[in-house]
């Protein structure tokens, strides 16, 4: 017998293109910098339409909710050219990035947080 393990193929996530960026964000919890460093989020704080991200090497900014600023358009387009060595993203957590796939019209809508924020504000 072989002893030794195939590595695991992570599976293949569907995402639609025109999601919010807040509700991707929270999903995927990567954020790609200025530079095109990717960036783990440690937490992110919902203020309306806008967030307070706060990095794993504790960098603060705020960021509007939108569908086609640069980070949502990067996201989607895999665009970075390294990962912050202070953050320490692992490994598995780009592979499985890297196995997520942004269809037009498959995919899940990500509206479930959405739906959760509307029956609050209506309450």
């Not at 293949?12 to 783990?40: A, D, F, M, Q, T």
């Not at 794993?56 to 989607?76: E, P, T, V």
């Not at 060595?85 to 947080?113: A, I, M």
Request: with cysteine; hydrophobic share 30%; aromatic share 8%.
């Amino acid at each position: 017998m072989n002893s030794e393990k195939k590595p695991k193929t992570p599976a293949k996530r569907y995402y639609r293109k025109r999601v919010h960026l807040l509700s991707l964000i929270e999903k995927i919890k990567l954020w790609p910098s200025r530079k095109g460093i990717l960036h783990g989020i440690r937490s992110i704080e919902k203020l309306g339409d806008q967030a307070r991200v706060t990095t794993h090497c504790n960098k603060d900014f705020l960021i509007n909710n939108s569908m086609n600023s640069r980070a949502a358009r990067w996201l989607r387009n895999k665009l970075f050219v390294g990962v912050c060595s202070k953050c320490g993203v692992p490994e598995w957590k780009l592979e499985k990035y890297n196995s997520t796939q942004f269809k037009r019209h498959q995919g899940s809508l990500l509206l479930k947080d959405q739906k959760e924020e509307t029956d609050s504000a209506n309450s």
